[in-house]
């Protein structure tokens, strides 16, 4: 199911990239003096792309579906309820909508019309669909600087789209208009200059947000290495790395060639060919990043993880331990009520929560069964089965470890 999930997050990363990359060359690349049937060849790529992301988003609903029910085909009932009564059902939800009201312009555009006036504005409306994505990802489960760590995230997604989603759509301009329209190494030059500009800045905004993004995520070298997340992250920086490089050279060595060619009106072969060799091999990195991205917001952050796994080593032998002393530290629960009844496999939690001296955060138990950690006083406990249940929380100190004579208990029915 994690393969799965991941390859269908990656997948939407792909293409949503590539439909804002269209757009981008469309927009800006281009020189202004481009031809307006390749500005319309990628605005017809754009509405592919766009409503291939729209199918996709619909296969990563039943995914989300399947997950509820422990890998079986999801009912309607079980979507309906992810759809309406969870924060990422509805956004995923708003998403669809707009992605589809986007199409609808797009749709209408009129071919007759100068495709250079209608592509930045259909640009700049793709911007909220990427953005969105935040509100969906770990950066959104965040309790301290929220929306810090959201915006972050969001111009991280922005920017990535607009590098990693224009490289292969640059690759396919540059080898559309060279070879089968027969345009001059000029004008070759001109667009490769025009997005060398855009990779610039979009390297340093992905090092400084993707830098911040993993001191959040991570927040330690164990966790870095030694949880499945902080490895996955590894290899993205690794690919990032690759692709800043190749980018390096594509600045100081494949521009300034194309340019030399161009001002002496020189039409060479080779350095056509070395041009759309170097800028595909960055493409395709680029095309990993986002595979490994996909991956990545699957994965539970590594610190999280870490402290999970620690945590739930505790709860192996939790009651033969002896609680520490609650210095003030105590707990009640308010929802569920002893006895009540809850349809659905998502049962919403609330408590009172007293830190005291020692006191960081709770663990939340299900029948004895670890099934979560909370720093606020309300959540979500989901794939809770039907039948009887009892649900015990007890405060926890900062190392994930301690847990403190501070707990309360309720029963609950799930049908």
Same mark, same amino acid.
């Given at each position: 199911?994690?393969?799965?999930?991941a390859?269908?997050?990656?997948?939407?990363?792909?293409?949503?990239?590539?439909?804002?990359?269209?757009?981008?060359?469309?927009?800006? +690349?281009?020189? @202004?003096?481009?031809?307006?049937?390749?500005?319309?060849?990628l605005?017809?790529?754009?509405?592919?792309?766009?409503?291939?992301?729209?199918?996709?988003?619909?296969?990563?609903?039943? +995914?989300?579906?399947?997950?509820?029910?422990?890998?079986?085909?999801?009912?309607?009932?079980?979507?309906?309820?992810?759809?309406?009564?969870?924060?990422?059902g509805?956004?995923?939800?708003?998403?669809?909508?707009?992605?589809?009201?986007?199409l609808?312009?797009?749709?209408?555009?009129?071919? &007759?019309?100068?495709?250079?006036?209608?592509?930045?504005?259909?640009?700049?409306?793709?911007?909220?669909? +990427?953005?969105?994505?935040?509100?969906?990802?770990?950066?959104?489960?965040?309790?301290?600087?929220?929306?810090?760590?959201?915006?972050?995230?969001?111009?991280?997604?922005?920017?990535?789209?607009?590098?990693?989603g224009? =490289?292969?759509?640059?690759?396919?301009?540059?080898?559309? &208009?060279?070879? $089968?329209? @027969?345009?001059?190494?000029?004008?070759?030059?001109?667009?490769?200059?025009?997005?060398? $500009?855009?990779?610039?800045?979009?390297?340093?905004?992905?090092?400084?947000?993707?830098?911040?993004?993993?001191? +959040?995520?991570?927040?330690?070298?164990?966790?870095?290495?030694?949880?499945?997340?902080?490895?996955?992250? =590894?290899? /993205?920086?690794?690919?990032?790395?690759?692709?800043?490089?190749?980018?390096?050279?594509?600045?100081?060595?494949?521009?300034?060639?194309?340019?030399?060619?161009?001002?002496?009106?020189?039409?060479?072969?080779?350095?056509? /060919? /070395?041009?759309?060799? $170097?800028?595909g091999?960055?493409?395709?990195?680029?095309?990993?990043?986002?595979?490994?991205?996909?991956?990545?917001?699957?994965?539970?952050?590594?610190a999280?993880?870490?402290? =999970?796994?620690?945590?739930?080593?505790?709860?192996?032998?939790?009651?033969?331990? /002896?609680?520490?002393p609650?210095?003030?530290?105590?707990?009640?629960?308010?929802?569920?009520?002893?006895?009540?009844?809850?349809?659905?496999?998502?049962?919403?939690?609330?408590?009172?929560?007293? $830190?005291?001296?020692?006191?960081?955060?709770?663990?939340?138990?299900?029948?004895?069964?670890?099934? @979560?950690?909370?720093?606020?006083?309300?959540?979500?406990?989901? &794939?809770?089965?039907?039948?009887?249940?009892?649900?015990?929380?007890?405060?926890?100190?900062?190392?994930?470890e301690?847990?403190?004579?501070?707990?309360?208990?309720?029963?609950?029915?799930?049908?």
């Amino acid at each position: 199911m994690v393969a799965l999930e991941a390859f269908v997050s990656g997948s939407a990363y792909i293409i949503l990239a590539l439909f804002v990359g269209t757009l981008v060359a469309g927009s800006f +690349v281009l020189p @202004g003096d481009g031809p307006a049937p390749l500005r319309r060849e990628l605005l017809s790529c754009a509405r592919v792309l766009l409503l291939a992301f729209l199918v996709v988003a619909v296969f990563s609903l039943l +995914v989300q579906g399947a997950k509820l029910r422990g890998g079986s085909l999801p009912t309607l009932e079980i979507l309906t309820r992810y759809v309406l009564r969870t924060q990422s059902g509805s956004i995923w939800f708003i998403r669809e909508l707009y992605g589809a009201f986007l199409l609808l312009i797009m749709l209408g555009f009129m071919n &007759g019309t100068n495709p250079a006036r209608g592509a930045p504005w259909f640009l700049f409306l793709s911007l909220p669909l +990427v953005a969105s994505r935040s509100l969906m990802s770990h950066a959104a489960a965040v309790r301290e600087s929220t929306l810090l760590v959201v915006s972050a995230d969001a111009i991280h997604l922005v920017v990535t789209a607009l590098w990693a989603g224009g =490289l292969p759509v640059l690759f396919w301009v540059l080898w559309r &208009g060279t070879k $089968r329209l @027969g345009l001059p190494l000029t004008w070759a030059a001109q667009t490769v200059a025009r997005f060398s $500009r855009l990779a610039l800045s979009s390297v340093a905004v992905l090092v400084l947000t993707g830098l911040y993004q993993s001191w +959040v995520h991570v927040q330690s070298w164990d966790a870095l290495f030694g949880t499945p997340y902080g490895r996955v992250l =590894l290899l /993205k920086f690794f690919l990032f790395f690759s692709m800043a490089v190749l980018g390096a050279i594509n600045l100081f060595s494949t521009k300034p060639q194309l340019l030399k060619a161009g001002s002496s009106g020189s039409e060479e072969p080779l350095l056509r /060919k /070395k041009t759309l060799r $170097r800028i595909g091999a960055e493409s395709a990195l680029g095309f990993f990043v986002l595979l490994v991205t996909g991956l990545l917001t699957v994965l539970p952050p590594g610190a999280h993880s870490r402290h =999970l796994a620690q945590a739930t080593a505790t709860s192996h032998f939790h009651e033969e331990k /002896k609680l520490e002393p609650a210095e003030g530290a105590s707990v009640k629960i308010l929802s569920p009520r002893e006895g009540e009844v809850m349809e659905g496999d998502q049962v919403p939690i609330h408590f009172k929560l007293v $830190r005291g001296k020692r006191g960081h955060h709770v663990h939340t138990y299900v029948d004895g069964e670890l099934m @979560g950690m909370f720093k606020s006083e309300k959540g979500t406990l989901t &794939g809770i089965r039907p039948g009887q249940h009892a649900l015990e929380i007890r405060v926890v100190a900062e190392d994930h470890e301690t847990e403190l004579d501070a707990t309360d208990r309720v029963h609950f029915v799930v049908k």
